[in-house]
């Protein structure tokens, strides 16, 4: 069975810096995908990034970069020069391919402080 | 273009009642998915819908439980009756096609509480 598991139930970072938000997974499929959402305080859940098992470069969008190291079997957020928007939960989900479900860590709480 | 809505927003209703949720998924997504979280825990799969069928229901906790999508848009889920342990924040997902780098548009969320 997969597995997400995001170690860091909060994080309090000062605005403007880099924050790294940690996720691990744990796959015996060698085809698989991972996906960063966010949750800010309204609730609505935002995609923010994704990557393949197979993709042999680290995704980017805008601040939004995965550090991806497969042998570790670690998927990274970072973000970079942090904002005050940028305060929410943090999911990390994993989805192979033989079923659609996403299966999703517990979360990350990051606080951005001014 | 409108996202995921989710109907209502909030509900409160006490133990044996029945709740019915609605989500509308973005227009012309063939997949419609359901997740919930349960204070605490980690968002869990219920099902999901491939347009009016149900493609894997192996997440429905039990037969209190029921789903159905309509002509293959908007979908119900249903909890008769609610039970304490039902109380949580239900998801509603879709998507434009399966597999691939098929990325779920989540909706806003319906937050049940029962009491």
């Known amino acids: 069975a997969q597995k997400i598991t995001q170690t860091q139930p909060g994080m309090f970072v000062q605005e403007k810096e880099a924050v790294t938000l940690d996720c691990t997974y744990d796959?015996?499929?060698?085809?698989?995908?991972l996906f960063w959402y966010k949750q800010p305080s309204s609730g609505e859940m935002i995609f923010l990034i994704y990557?393949?098992?197979?993709?042999?470069q680290n995704a980017t969008e805008g601040r939004y970069s995965l550090n991806f190291q497969k042998a570790r079997k670690s998927a990274n957020l970072v973000i970079s020069a942090s904002q005050l928007g940028d305060s929410a939960m943090y999911f990390c989900?994993?989805?192979?391919?033989?079923?659609?479900?996403?299966?999703f860590g517990q979360g990350t709480r990051l606080t951005i402080n001014p | 273009e409108a996202g995921v809505t989710q109907f209502p927003s909030h509900s409160v209703i006490e133990k044996g009642q029945t709740v019915t949720l609605r989500c509308d998924p973005i227009?012309?997504?063939?997949?419609l998915y359901w997740y919930r979280r349960v204070m605490g825990k980690e968002i869990k799969f219920l099902l999901h819908f491939v347009k009016e069928s149900k493609q894997d229901e192996s997440g429905m906790p039990n037969n209190r439980f029921l789903a159905e999508r309509t002509g293959g848009t908007y979908s119900t889920l249903k909890v008769q009756p609610a039970e304490l342990e039902d109380s949580g924040v239900y998801f509603c997902?879709?998507?434009?096609?399966?597999?691939?780098?098929?990325?779920?548009?989540f909706g806003p969320g319906t937050r049940l509480l029962v009491l």
């Open positions: 227009s012309g997504h063939d997949n």
């Open positions: 796959t015996s499929d060698q085809s698989y995908g």
């Open positions: 989900a994993m989805r192979d391919p033989g079923a659609q479900k996403l299966v």
């Open positions: 990557q393949g098992s197979y993709d042999e």
């Open positions: 997902a879709s998507s434009l096609k399966s597999g691939g780098r098929e990325t779920q548009y």
